[in-house]
């Protein structure tokens, strides 16, 4: 999201390989979610980690149709795109790039934050649309309602990003910024990830949080009862699905062609339907059913 932020280790694009459809991949993925989700449901469990879990989904369903309109090339839709999270752009292909690799083959980290908070960003956007839309709804209607309030936060995230490129564009490029600037992301994903072991051990230890220490019990109270706060806490888990979906794929190309970039772009219109056809049903199921 940060894209004017200094960069000091130049790493060079791969030419992406296609693997056209890992059909085996997305349906150990579509069953592992929806095997989760209803353990979640039986046990009534984390409804905020189900209810992040279908944002992520539609989230995801988005992308594809996405990419299903870049093929056919309209005017503007790629700088439109360009903001997108996990998602680059090379002549006519939509390439997956969650993370990049150092000359020394471990992850440049830099990158790999930014995009991770720029997923994040959209996720919390796409969670408190959600809120301010009728949660009473039929199939029919739930669907539409909740399909265009993702576009309109892919809309909504578009501006931030060129609210924020312009801001961090604005900071004079001194040693001191030059050095601190690249490493806040990294501290925003700390905080994500100690927010996401609160609610992890929230359970287990309730004991410690209403007695011993009455200061996480209210800490817990926002980020799990208060409505803006459950859609932060929504986020991550949206943003933690969609990153290991993206990073699951992305080490799958790693591993069998040597590449890191996934040409996802490539594949024809019948195969774009038949996923995005099982992305909706898994949404349906497990945003609207479970």
Not at 130 to 137: D, E, G, M, N, R
Not at 233 to 249: E, H, K, Q, W
Not at 275 to 289: D, E, K, P
Request: with cysteine; proline share 6%.
């Amino acid at each position: 999201m940060f894209d004017s932020m200094p960069d000091k280790i130049v790493i060079n694009f791969p030419e992406p390989i296609t693997i056209g459809q890992p059909f085996a991949y997305l349906l150990l993925w579509f069953l592992g979610v929806l095997l989760f989700s209803f353990i979640l449901k039986l046990y009534k469990k984390a409804p905020q980690m189900k209810a992040g879990i279908a944002a992520g989904i539609s989230i995801l369903i988005m992308y594809v149709v996405c990419m299903l309109i870049y093929k056919f090339n309209p005017a503007g839709l790629q700088e439109f795109l360009a903001p997108l999270p996990f998602v680059d752009f090379k002549d006519d292909s939509v390439i997956l790039l969650v993370y990049e690799l150092r000359e020394d083959g471990l992850i440049h980290t830099p990158p790999f934050c930014n995009r991770i908070v720029s997923m994040f960003v959209l996720a919390f956007l796409v969670n408190q649309i959600y809120a301010f839309t009728p949660q009473k709804l039929k199939t029919p209607a739930w669907l539409v309602f909740r399909f265009f309030s993702t576009m309109f936060a892919i809309g909504i995230h578009f501006g931030v990003h060129k609210v924020m490129t312009k801001a961090f564009g604005m900071i004079p490029e001194t040693p001191f910024w030059e050095t601190i600037i690249p490493f806040l992301p990294i501290a925003f994903i700390g905080a994500m990830l100690a927010l996401f072991l609160l609610g992890a051990i929230k359970g287990p230890m309730k004991h410690f949080f209403t007695e011993i220490n009455p200061t996480f019990e209210g800490l817990s109270g926002f980020f799990f009862k208060n409505k803006f706060g459950v859609n932060i806490t929504r986020a991550i888990y949206s943003t933690v699905l969609l990153t290991a979906f993206a990073y699951g794929l992305q080490q799958l190309s790693l591993r069998l062609y040597g590449t890191a970039a996934v040409a996802i772009g490539t594949f024809g219109v019948s195969g774009g339907l038949v996923v995005l056809i099982a992305l909706f049903l898994l949404w349906i199921t497990v945003g609207f059913r479970l």
